[in-house]
């Protein structure tokens, strides 16, 4: 009976764990579906988007909720602005340009992030740090539980903004084709920064959900590199693959470091990773595509 | 101005373009040969660690140059190298055997890495390398009974017919013999049909396939190749830093790489040099005007990290034919001098192409 409540227990953690990689890899599905970028500061954004939160909660005094909102619009005004001034440049240049472009300037958010805020960990007080939940006998942090909740929240709202709203429809065609969308009068690059002002907002959930579990601090941007686990086992193309693949990656992670000797939960996710790309590179939730020449 | 007038086919294929590339290399190669006896033992152990990671600049630069695949994991490459070296020589094998011993043992892990990996697009591999990378540090790490793990693995002298290479000058001479090996070899499979199918596959890798290249094949070869040269730095690596830690070989080494590739200048061995000399010499010059630097920016930590972030943005965003492509311009202003156009180093107008549909 202990072991299945420490089973339990792990599970929780690990899905809230996954929970957090499985936001920080919508926002690489968002970006990637629509502009075939991959964006390797997702991480990064993600860092910044909990400094914001922590800046305006501890250090200004605003009320938790208000706080984390005008830190989310805030990153998601950061990514439009990046999309618009930097990204889009590149456009036309190889793809492994991207790729290093967004690794360089991860390192620059870093930078800018140490200078601003330092490069201690940081925390601020949430309503749901140091409180636990009882589910039917079973006690969990409320850390953890708000983390699965606030994603499920978050992921019902894209979807409906994604199905429902005009804004999101556009968005969805811009991805499935630009040059059609070009000709039914959507503004493809305009919708393009939107999407990256997504998912920077996404991040910046990601980073405020996860700052009673962990600290703030500067490296907390790496956590991008478990993401792409979730991502490529998602597909890399498929919304709610990410979110499952993340918690997948999550979970397996929590296990192998119970069960497993030391240093394996470290490398778990690499591990699951390249077994995915080895085995199944198209992913779980693969939409099939051909091309006709 | 000098034009080559082409009469023949096989001119193409020359390894000298004309007598002067011939003239001005040698001059630079005597200029080496000369340094060490001219400049301190501090210069000449840096000039050596500039061949170093010029050699992994030359191997990363066909892989990404060339072939247009990306590798995110060229530290482990490194340190596979590094270590095979150091833990051969401990077992008391010749160094003249375990430097080749380690390239070749390198390029097997690569192609091993490479075989399964190369089937993905370009940012599948950029992902699958970083992940290959990071598994293979911490194996350095946990290893303790091969690698020492944190304790370090204190690299043994190597000796060359019973000269012990103990000294700075030691490992310049080791280190520009294995650089010019390099070279020959790289400049060489770029003028045969190897060479030429790897460039076709970077251009396009659907035409070169209708044109009977074996995609997987030549792939798996150039990352190979590749990772050898990258091994074979990797020893001469050990010999420079002497003790190996584990935690040397991490993300932040593979991207220094990347940046002397891009920085040097994509699709250019010389430039994989030129990109050496910035990468390994702007540490030293921060170094440097570190306490001139207004608002203390100088004793900020991780400074090194986002100034390396900062150039290659720069680079990639304004300069993308890097070091290499603006000497190139600057050369041909100068010899065009009074007929200069203003669009003549402009890029032309390109558009995106998708990989989704492969």
């Given at each position: 009976m202990e072991d299945a409540a420490r089973l339990l227990q792990l599970v929780v953690n690990g899905a809230a764990a996954g929970c957090i990689y499985g936001l920080i890899a919508l926002g690489f599905v968002l970006i990637y579906k629509a502009t075939e970028m991959v964006n390797f500061a997702q991480g990064d954004i993600m860092m910044l988007g909990g400094f914001l939160a922590f800046s305006l909660i501890a250090h200004w005094g605003l009320n938790y909720w208000i706080g984390a909102l005008l830190a989310i619009l805030i990153t998601a005004a950061f990514g439009y602005v990046l999309d618009a001034v930097v990204l889009r440049r590149v456009i036309g240049q190889p793809q492994f340009a991207v790729v290093m472009l967004t690794l360089g300037l991860g390192f620059i958010f870093r930078a800018g992030a140490g200078i601003t805020w330092g490069y201690d960990s940081v925390g601020f007080e949430t309503p749901f740090t140091n409180k636990t939940v009882n589910l039917g006998g079973l006690v969990l942090g409320q850390d953890n539980v708000s983390i699965i909740v606030g994603t499920v929240i978050l992921c019902g709202v894209l979807f409906t903004f994604f199905s429902k709203t005009r804004l999101g429809v556009a968005m969805q065609a811009a991805s499935q084709n630009q040059l059609a969308a070009y000709y039914m009068g959507i503004p493809v690059r305009n919708i393009f920064s939107m999407i990256w002002a997504i998912s920077a907002g996404v991040a910046a959930v990601a980073g405020i959900l996860l700052s009673p579990v962990s600290m703030i601090d500067?490296?907390?941007?790496?956590?991008g590199i478990k993401a792409f686990a979730a991502a490529v086992i998602g597909g890399f193309g498929s919304i709610p693959g990410s979110l499952i693949g993340g918690v997948i990656v999550g979970v397996v992670e929590q296990l192998a470091g119970y069960y497993l000797p030391a240093g394996f939960q470290e490398v778990t996710s690499n591990v699951v990773l390249l077994a995915m790309l080895i085995l199944r590179p198209q992913g779980l939730f693969a939409e099939r595509m051909g091309k006709r020449v | 101005m000098r034009y080559v007038f082409r009469t023949n086919y096989r001119q193409d294929l020359a390894a000298w373009r004309h007598r002067g590339d011939v003239f001005w290399y040698s001059l630079l190669l005597i200029v080496t040969l000369l340094i060490p006896m001219v400049m301190g033992e501090f210069y000449v152990g840096e000039l050596g660690a500039v061949f170093i990671f010029a050699i992994a600049g030359v191997g990363l630069m066909l892989l990404v140059g060339y072939t247009g695949l990306i590798s995110l994991g060229h530290a482990a490459f490194l340190g596979i190298g590094a270590y095979t070296n150091s833990v051969l020589l401990s077992k008391g094998v010749p160094f003249l055997i375990t430097l080749p011993v380690a390239g070749l043992f390198t390029a097997l892990c690569g192609a091993a890495i490479g075989r399964p990996t190369l089937r993905m697009s370009g940012l599948y591999l950029a992902i699958a390398t970083l992940a290959f990378g990071s598994i293979v540090g911490t194996i350095f790490q946990k290893?303790?009974?091969?690698?020492?793990?944190?304790?370090g693995f204190p690299v043994p002298t190597p000796y060359v017919f019973g000269i012990p290479l103990d000294n700075a000058t030691g490992i310049y001479y080791a280190s520009l013999v294995v650089l010019i090996f390099v070279l020959w070899l790289s400049t060489n499979m770029l003028r045969t049909p190897v060479g030429r199918a790897m460039v076709a596959i970077r251009d396009s890798e659907i035409s070169a396939q209708s044109m009977g290249i074996h995609l997987a094949r030549y792939k798996t070869l150039a990352f190979a190749v590749s990772a050898g040269m990258t091994g074979l730095a990797g020893a001469l690596f050990a010999h420079y830093v002497r003790y190996l830690a584990p935690d040397a070989f991490d993300v932040l080494l593979s991207v220094q790489f990347v940046t002397i590739v891009f920085v040097g200048g994509l699709g250019s061995i010389r430039g994989a040099i030129l990109g050496a000399l910035f990468v390994r010499l702007l540490p030293q010059f921060i170094a440097i005007i570190r306490d001139d630097l207004p608002f203390g920016i100088g004793r900020m930590p991780g400074l090194e990290p986002s100034l390396f972030g900062l150039i290659l943005v720069l680079v990639i965003l304004f300069?993308?034919?890097g070091i290499d492509g603006l000497w190139l311009k600057t050369k041909h202003w100068f010899q065009a001098y009074p007929l200069?156009?203003?669009?003549?180093?402009r890029r032309q107008k390109s558009y995106a192409r998708s990989e989704r549909l492969r």
């Open positions: 500067v490296n907390m941007g790496f956590l | 290893w303790t009974s091969v690698t020492g793990g944190f304790d300069q993308p034919g200069k156009r203003a669009t003549g180093g």
